[in-house]
Every structure is written in structure tokens, then in C-alpha cells.
């Protein structure tokens, strides 16, 4: 696999261990990485909030620049990621518009390539390949996987997972031996900018995800947003500050903790660069492991004895029933039977049968305990052959 690949303004410099652990994974998976020469800022909000054509321009230069190379885009970044599904559309619905952007970015532009997400990347490579990588199980990880607002709206322009309750980030996360935690907070706004034009909205906004979080059961958030990873990070001591609630959450970007499970050092991944202390929390998961396999087995051991037990008890009744019918069939064998053949005759003749052979009677009492459909068989077919045996003699 090669694609084309777009860092954008943040994944060189603020969110440059999203960069690494991205190109980490990427060697780690086989797939090869082309930086976009020359490339371009996507606009990112300020570009949707100057000019409408601006904010489709400047993310349609790069994904034509890509298409004269053959190749479709990886943008980890989600904003990056949603400006660029934003052009592509434009440009496939409007063939005005799409003249308009030509005319501007100075050469051809078809949208004939696609941009994928990390999550897509991800999901494209496959879980059970990912799942042969990993080396170090997250096993005993609770992660709460957050995706923010932009990885998967629109939809009409993403076309991928669902917009309301996404499950990518989860499976990846599972594949790497983690717990995906449900919380109803995973596709909400962290405030995105306003922590910074709009403090008192947007801590209040980074707030209510982390606790959410938190009264989720999460012991860690996972995301693929730069954006989001500042918020939650960055400004949790912030948030813990002013609401007076400790969350003490460690942030991770999905590609930090693929790389760390197929065998990266936590430092390789960038982990080491977070603002909420986060390499703690990877080095208690072999212990936290090892507690939840011995409790696994422990469970195991417990339902193998219980099935022991129920079937043991179960085999008990059963016989206690068989011993019943037996009764019944030695003191009025043809009221019993009756029950299984309909004909007079045939009664009385199946109840000389079994009166006196043994084995037959032990043979039926079994089947009228445990399979009365076979039970009447076998009486028909006793009857027969009674039948048979008279005719000869």
C-alpha cells in the first residue's frame, strides 16, 4: 500500500507525536508514505469562516497534487481530514465550482483520488493483520475511545462509520488486547477553539467529556485529533482546576498505542511529550494482565464446576424419572403405554411385551424419560414385531 501523505501544520510541531507514532505505524504495517511536495495549509477554521472558496481551495491544492501522482491521501489530522472530504465533494457535485477551484490552484483538479482518516487507514489494513503485529498485548487497558466531532460528519461527505455511535476506533483498540469502554460522549465537541477565544464555554466542554469519561469507567481516552488531543491533554489540569474534580486521565492518539502494542517503546511513540503524565499507566498493564487472566481462570474453573455440578444433579433427576416409569410399566404396563399408542390392540400386546422381557422395559422406561418421539417408535416397532413372531407360529 503507498498514499500520499499530507502532516499538515500540526503533526511536525504540536501534535508531533501523532507524526511519529503515524510513520512508526506505518513502517511497522508495510505501508509507504509519500509526503505531498510543496503541500499546503488546509485552511482549518479560518479558512471556512473567510470565504467559502478559500476553504475549498486550499485543501483542493493538495488533493490535486496527490492526483497527479496516482494516489489517494492519508490526512491523520481531523480537521485536516474533514476540509479535504469538504473539497472533494464540492468538486464532485459542482462541476461551476469545480472550474472555479481549477482556475484558483492554477492546475487540474478531477477528485478522482480519495482521503482516508487514520481510522479508515486502519480498518483498511485490516484488525486481523494489526492482530498479528502486536507483540505487546494493552490487555487490562479501559479505554474510552473519542472521535470528536469531524472524523465521521458529515456523513454525506465522510461515507464512513456511523455518525451517532462509531465503532472503528473500538475495534482497533480491542484488536490490540484493550477494553472499549461505551460512553455517550464519544462523538461530541471538545470545544475545539473556544478554550481559547471562549474559555468559559470551552473548559466547561472539555469537562463534560472527561468525566463522562471517567463515570465511564474509562482509565484512558484514545484519539486521532490534534485539536481534541490539546483540549483533553494540555488543558486537563486546567479543567481539574476549575471544576475542583481530579480526573488524572492519560490522552493517547491511536496510532501511539498500535505502535506501542506491535512492539515500539512508549518513547518511540511520543508518548513521553504528553502534558498529563502517560507512561505510568502503560507500565502497569502487564501487571493489571496477569490479575485479570488469573481472574479469568478462576471464573472458568468456577463454571466448569458448576456445569459439573448441574449435570451431575441433572443426571440424578433423570434416573430418579426412569426408575419411576419402570414402576409404573411393571404395575399397569397398559395405561402407561397407553399413552404412546392409540390402538386397543396394540396396547395389550405391547404390554405382554414388556411384561415380559427385562430389557425392553428398561429400554422403553429410558425413552418415555428422555425422548418420548423415539419412545413411541420403539413401541411400534415392538408391537411389530410381536406381530411377526405370531404369523410364524
Known amino acids: 500500500m503507498k ?64 492526483e497527479k501522482e496516482g494516489l489517494d491521501v492519508l490526512a491523520p489530522c481531523a480537521a ?114 473556544l478554550a481559547t477565544s471562549r474559555p468559559e464555554i470551552g473548559s466547561k466542554m472539555i469537562y463534560e467529556v472527561l468525566r463522562d469519561a471517567k463515570e465511564a469507567g474509562a482509565e484512558c481516552i484514545v484519539t486521532a485529533c490534534p485539536l481534541c488531543m490539546m483540549n483533553l491533554d494540555m488543558r486537563q489540569g486546567q479543567v481539574e482546576k476549575r471544576f475542583k474534580e481530579k480526573f488524572n486521565l492519560p490522552v493517547y492518539y491511536i496510532t501511539e498505542l498500535v505502535a506501542i502494542a506491535c512492539g515500539d517503546k512508549p518513547e518511540e511513540a511520543g508518548v513521553n511529550k504528553h502534558f498529563v503524565e502517560a507512561m505510568s499507566y502503560l507500565k502497569e498493564l502487564p501487571a493489571k494482565a496477569a490479575r485479570i487472566e488469573e481472574e479469568e481462570k478462576a471464573k472458568e474453573a468456577a463454571k466448569k464446576a458448576k456445569v459439573k455440578e448441574t449435570s451431575e444433579e441433572s443426571d440424578d433427576e433423570t434416573k430418579k424419572k426412569i426408575d419411576a416409569m419402570l414402576k409404573g410399566l411393571e404395575k399397569n404396563p397398559e395405561k402407561v403405554v397407553s399413552k404412546l399408542l392409540e390402538d386397543e390392540e396394540k396396547v395389550k400386546i405391547l404390554a405382554e411385551v414388556i411384561k415380559e422381557d427385562e430389557k425392553k422395559r428398561v429400554k422403553l422406561a429410558e425413552a418415555m424419560v428422555t425422548d418420548k418421539e423415539k419412545a413411541a417408535k420403539m413401541a411400534e416397532a415392538l408391537v411389530a414385531g410381536e406381530l411377526k413372531k405370531r404369523q410364524k407360529a
Not at 492546475?107 to 493483520?129: C, F, Q, R
Not at 498479528?132 to 472521535?147: F, P, R
Request: proline content about 3%.
Open 3 to 66: 498514499l500520499a501523505y499530507y502532516p499538515g501544520c500540526s503533526l511536525d510541531g504540536s501534535a508531533i507525536e501523532y507524526g511519529l507514532s503515524t510513520q512508526r505505524v506505518a513502517s511497522i504495517m508495510g505501508v509507504e508514505l509519500k509526503e505531498i511536495e510543496d503541500w499546503n495549509c488546509c485552511g482549518a477554521t479560518a479558512g471556512h469562516n473567510t470565504d467559502k472558496l478559500l476553504s475549498l481551495a486550499l485543501p483542493a491544492r493538495n488533493l490535486a497534487l496527490a
Open 80 to 193: 485536516c481530514y474533514n476540509r479535504f472530504k469538504a473539497a472533494e465533494h464540492a468538486v464532485r457535485e459542482d462541476e461551476e465550482l469545480k472550474a472555479k477551484i481549477e482556475h484558483i490552484i492554477d492546475m487540474p483538479y478531477k477528485a478522482s483520488n480519495n482521503t482516508v482518516s487514520v481510522l479508515e487507514w486502519l480498518t483498511d489494513i485490516g484488525l486481523d493483520h494489526i492482530k498479528k503485529k502486536v507483540k505487546n498485548s494493552l490487555k487490562g487497558m479501559k479505554a474510552a475511545c473519542y472521535y470528536g466531532c469531524l472524523l465521521v460528519r458529515p456523513s454525506s461527505h465522510t461515507g464512513f462509520d456511523d455518525p451517532e455511535d462509531p465503532r472503528s476506533m473500538d475495534e482497533i483498540v480491542k484488536a490490540l488486547g484493550a477494553e472499549a469502554v461505551d460512553w455517550a460522549y464519544k462523538t461530541e465537541c471538545c470545544g475545539a477553539a
